[in-house]
């Protein structure tokens, strides 16, 4: 006998295998956000056909927000308790909570792409980079930048960060993560995986100067 999801039918073997693989894959990689970076990770909404799975016809924001009525789920929770948390939500998307142990400086793809290739051959401290469907890159720096960004490009001689398409993001803003997909558009990916060596993201002084040099070209 079979059942209806978002206009699909499926068998009970088929969900028995789709249950697998699920764990195997969002369930897996949010354990390893709780519990290897010590990252608090949130159950997002979907987007399909432009509508949003939280329900609201107004949505500002459709696949692009965490669920209201599901709790964050802390750093440090195991796999065993994030698959239990999810199979509470299935399909919900993987999101980052921002402002506690990291915060974001995002810029347009290209940028981002160009700015972390000079970062690499400069061997300046980098975190991971995430990119999404939507043209945006996002460089994970420590706690406290999305705050004192305007402070620290004025000091660098930069007193418009519109200007640079350059904006932080700090308490209270959610980045969805790989492997989920953001609005419908497509999945997020990493420009530059966590690692062992990157626990810790950089002070965004260290990038700012190149993130900004490379905007202002990109601009030109």
């Given at each position: 006998?079979?059942?209806t ?38 159950r ?14 107004d949505?500002?924001a459709?696949?692009?927000h ?7 789920i ?17 399909g ?10 990291f ?34 890159a ?67 002084r ?15």
């Amino acid at each position: 006998m079979g059942f209806t999801i978002g206009g699909m039918r499926e068998n009970r073997t088929g969900t028995r295998r789709r249950g697998r693989s699920y764990r195997s894959s969002e369930c897996t990689a949010v354990a390893e956000y709780t519990g290897l970076w010590g990252w608090d990770v949130a159950r997002g909404a979907r987007a399909v056909g432009g509508a949003c799975s939280c329900g609201r016809a107004d949505c500002a924001a459709p696949g692009a927000h965490p669920l209201e009525f599901a709790p964050a789920i802390p750093a440090g929770a195991t796999l065993d308790e994030v698959t239990r948390a999810w199979a509470e939500v299935p399909g919900a998307a993987v999101m980052l909570a921002v402002g506690r142990a990291f915060d974001v400086i995002e810029v347009a793809e290209g940028t981002g792409r160009c700015a972390l290739a000079r970062m690499e051959r400069m061997g300046l401290p980098l975190g991971p980079v995430t990119v999404s469907p939507d043209g945006r890159a996002h460089f994970f720096v420590a706690p406290g930048a999305a705050a004192e960004l305007p402070a620290l490009l004025y000091r660098m001689g930069w007193d418009d960060p519109a200007a640079l398409d350059l904006r932080g993001l700090g308490p209270g803003a959610y980045l969805t993560a790989p492997p989920s997909d953001r609005g419908g558009r497509g999945p997020v990916r990493w420009l530059r995986r966590p690692a062992l060596d990157t626990a810790n993201p950089p002070e965004a002084r260290l990038l700012l100067g190149t993130l900004a040099y490379v905007a202002l070209r990109s601009r030109a």
